[in-house]
């Protein structure tokens, strides 16, 4: 496999997974209550939004080595 083929697939793959998950989420542990030797934590959940133009762009990108290394062949 050449290179630009495998980096179109992978630009491809990038692309299906933005629009399929949106965002990653992760989890964080912060002290709520820190008073001597009583210290309480909460979990609190984030998440990191991924545009949809970002799998786009990531999709369109992989499309297009696609058929710029076919036209070359």
């Excluded at 399929?20 to 990191?48: C, D, R, S």
Aim: charged share 15%; aromatic share 6%; glycine share 8%.
């Amino acid at each position: 496999m050449r290179t630009t083929t495998l980096l179109a697939i992978i630009l491809i793959a990038i692309g299906i997974v933005a629009f399929a998950y949106q965002g990653i989420t992760y989890t964080t542990k912060e002290n709520v209550v820190n008073i001597g030797p009583l210290k309480v934590t909460a979990e609190k959940t984030k998440t990191f939004p991924l545009p949809p133009i970002v799998g786009a762009v990531a999709l369109v990108g992989g499309i297009v080595l696609l058929a710029v290394k076919r036209k070359k062949d």
